[in-house]
């Protein structure tokens, strides 16, 4: 979709490029595109759109999961984790620059929401998976199918067990689950 260049939001950042502080030497980049303008306008429309996002409206912060990266959007700074390079980091903070600003040239569509979700735990989703690791999913352990399905790795369907009538149970509490965290 194209945005009209009156209806964006972002138009100029600033981008910077560091390896991670807890992490010296990593071979991994996060990248801050620090804003020109404060979008704080736009998180509770992109906390309404995005799946699994969750959003401090006090705290002005929205975090959310994009393509196994953690991102984070603040009113003046969108940063981005798990990066390879430079060039990789610009190509990915445009795209997001372009998901909030498709957002924001809908916003009149979209009802904002100030909702705070509950961050996903994979003990808690281990929990409610029928266990004794059959592999039917394609992981090794129900954990790892846990810790794959709260970072969106993996789709909840690919636990064909927890779809039959015996776990009719666990399986209700988990969608309930998933669907409180805006994974569902």
Known sequence: MTTDREEMLIRRYDLEVTSPPCEPGA???????????????VLPYLNAVWKGAIYDHDAQILTWRMGGR????????????????RDEAAEVVERLIARINEVWARRGEIQPSL????????LDVYKLLPGGNCRACGEPTCFVFATKLTTGQV???ACTPLFTE???????????????????
Do not use: M, Q, T, Y
């Open 155 to 157: 789709s909840v369907e």
């Open 115 to 122: 909702a705070r979700r509950r961050r996903l735990v994979a």
């Open 166 to 184: 015996e776990h009719a149970e666990k399986r209700e509490r988990l969608l309930a689950l998933l669907e409180e965290a805006g994974a569902g």
């Open 70 to 85: 953690a991102v984070s959007v603040r009113p003046r700074e969108l940063a981005v984790s798990n990066l390879e390079d």
């Open 27 to 41: 071979e991994r980049w996060s990248a801050f595109a620090h804003l020109e303008d404060d979008i704080s306008e």
